[in-house]
Nanobody
Framework: QVQLVESGGGSVQPGESLRLSCAASGTIFSVYVMGWYRQAPGKQRELVATITRGDSTNYLDSVKGRFTISRDNAKNTVYLQMNSLKPEDTAVYYC??????????????WGQGTQVTVSS
């Protein structure tokens, strides 16, 4: 079994920062692409950022220059540093990872979601 456990969400004012973390655990053989998605009320889930094992990154246009994704392969953990937060960043943020276990081939796993609220 694989679990993705997220932490770091919360309520902040516009312009402030938050750092999200997501740790993968279980019978893991290898973790490939990791990423963050978000879903605001009444909207579809959207991709925020991804990072490969080799640290190649990809960002949603609206977060470029404000958010930074990184990972620690030794800890099977991915981070999302969010700076200069805006009210439109308010959403539930979900961690996603492509993981190969010792029992099965690669498949996508999701975290439980963490709420980020940006409001004055």
């Amino acid at each position: 079994q694989v679990q993705l456990v997220e932490s770091g969400g919360g309520s902040v004012q516009p312009g402030e920062s938050l750092r999200l973390s997501c740790a993968a655990s279980g019978t893991i053989f290898s973790v490939y692409v990791m990423g963050w998605y978000r879903q605001a009320p009444g909207k579809q889930r959207e991709l925020v950022a991804t990072i490969t094992r080799g640290d190649s990154t990809n960002y949603l246009d609206s977060v470029k220059g404000r958010f930074t994704i990184s990972r620690d392969n030794a800890k099977n953990t991915v981070y999302l540093q969010m700076n200069s937060l805006k009210p439109e960043d308010t959403a539930v943020y979900y961690c996603n990872a492509l993981i190969e276990t010792i029992f099965s081939s690669s498949q996508a796993y999701w975290g439980q979601g963490t709420q980020v609220t940006v409001s004055s």
